[in-house]
């Protein structure tokens, strides 16, 4: 499990306020994800070797590549600014440090698209184990 710290803890409100932010970061971020990839495919093409490489070397050998590498970057670390925590770029996945009923700390969860936050997970769990918060408006998919 990684090692957490924790600067704030968000109640659903707090996290639901930053919904409409963190809509325009996702949607940034995923385009310049895109691009960033993109542009990688085209040097591959090139250069079959490349997909051998780590993204370092990568940059390192097509220095081209590291403005729009920073670019990411920075779009990410807005987010991880906020408080919350980027889980995954494609789908959107963003966890917010919630202090449960029980007094345990677990994550808030969020997907991009959804238009608040409906569900938690431990800390140690993932996406595919959230539950319902009690008394969630949406339900889940199965």
Not at 34 to 55: K, T
Not at 71 to 84: H, Y
Not at 109 to 132: L, Y
């Amino acid at each position: 499990m990684p090692d957490y710290h924790f600067d704030k803890l968000f109640d659903v409100m707090e996290a639901n306020d930053l919904i409409p932010r963190l809509e325009v970061l996702i949607r940034t971020l995923q385009q310049r994800v895109g691009e960033l990839r993109s542009q990688i495919a085209e040097i591959i093409e090139r250069d079959p070797q490349v997909e051998a490489l780590q993204l370092p070397q990568v940059l390192e050998r097509y220095p081209q590549l590291r403005e729009p590498s920073t670019r990411l970057n920075e779009s990410a670390q807005a987010i991880e600014a906020l408080g919350c925590f980027l889980k995954d770029i494609d789908l959107g996945l963003v966890d917010f440090p919630y202090q449960s009923e029980n007094g345990e700390v677990v994550f808030l969860c969020w997907q991009f698209g959804e238009p608040g936050v409906f569900a938690w997970h431990a800390i140690d769990a993932g996406f595919d184990q959230r539950k319902a918060l009690p008394g969630s408006a949406k339900p889940l998919p199965n």
